[in-house]
């Protein structure tokens, strides 16, 4: 019986000496948290954003002049489109965009616009999440996009 407790005795200390915690339970839960933190967010009519995603998006596209496109994608699009999600065709993808090219872009604006999920099961918001988009804004995106991934 004794030797029992010392036998359990000394596997308490070992364990104690080498086995305890390396880092405290903030650290680990800052860095899952860090981990899993969405790539971005949707924002839905009607709730107001943390932050503006972007604000008086038309007379911007305005100001932008042949920029608008690319300024609406940095602004909105990058967010799925250059963020590298599985099933997104992702801006420069010459073979992904290749058949999405191909049905014309008043069917690419249409899905732009309105919302589309495609073959992946992955919704595209309708105009990136943003309803404070112009269909012009889009429209540009769009352009854009196509542009730089034929």
């Not at 949707?42 to 709730?47: F, L, N, Q, S, T």
């Not at 090219?101 to 919704?123: F, H, K, S, V, W």
Request: glycine letters at 12%.
């Amino acid at each position: 019986m004794i030797g029992l407790a010392a036998l359990m005795a000394i596997f308490m200390i070992l364990g104690i000496s080498f086995g305890g915690i390396s880092e405290s339970p903030e650290k680990a839960t800052a860095e899952v948290m860090e981990n899993t933190a969405p790539v971005a967010k949707v924002r839905i009519e009607g709730d107001e954003p943390e932050a503006p995603v972007m604000e008086e998006s038309t007379e911007m596209a305005a100001a932008e002049g042949d920029n608008a496109g690319k300024t609406t994608y940095d602004n909105i699009c990058v967010a799925c489109h250059g963020s590298g999600i599985p099933g997104i065709p992702q801006l420069g993808d010459v073979a992904a965009w290749a058949p999405r090219i191909e049905q014309g872009n008043d069917t690419l604006y249409e899905r732009a616009i309105n919302g589309y999920t495609g073959n992946a099961g992955l919704p595209m918001p309708a105009k990136g999440g943003n309803p404070d988009l112009s269909d012009d804004d889009v429209k540009a995106a769009v352009d854009y996009m196509v542009t730089s991934s034929q």
